[in-house]
């Protein structure tokens, strides 16, 4: 079993940039395939970008392509969101998430197995 616990999250202005970081612990890091999900108010959380286990397959949602980048850092066991050019819309919780059954990058919600607490980024316009 992993745990995940996200930060990185905060208040920018529309165009900013920020990184999102999530610390895996309790399992071995490269196990597990990893991903972004978000969730704004009164909405479903939404599948943002996924990286497998191997690091060879990086997924991204069309409404993030060439602005957000999915890396990890199996080191530190750490996965990294950077995201450019933010958008008010893009105002959500954050959540890192882990899956330990596929090879490739999954995109439901039900296909991970593991959730982090998630971390608040707002996005002014």
């Known amino acids: 079993q992993v745990q995940l616990v996200e930060s990185g999250g905060g208040l920018v202005q529309a165009g900013d940039s920020l990184r999102l970081s999530c610390v895996a612990s309790?399992?071995?890091?490269?196990?597990?395939?990893l991903a972004w999900f978000r969730q704004a108010p009164g909405k479903e959380r939404q599948f943002v970008a996924g990286?497998?286990?191997?690091?060879?397959?990086?997924i991204y949602d069309d409404s993030v392509q060439g602005r957000v980048s999915i890396s990890k850092d199996n080191a530190k066991n750490t996965v990294y969101l950077q995201m450019n050019s933010l958008k008010p819309e893009e105002t959500a919780v954050y959540y890192c998430a882990a899956d330990y059954r596929y090879s490739h990058v999954p995109s439901e919600i039900y296909q991970y197995d593991y959730w982090g607490q998630g971390t608040q980024v707002t996005v002014s316009s």
């Open positions: 990286i497998n286990r191997g690091a060879t397959l990086k």
């Open positions: 309790g399992d071995t890091f490269t196990r597990y395939g």
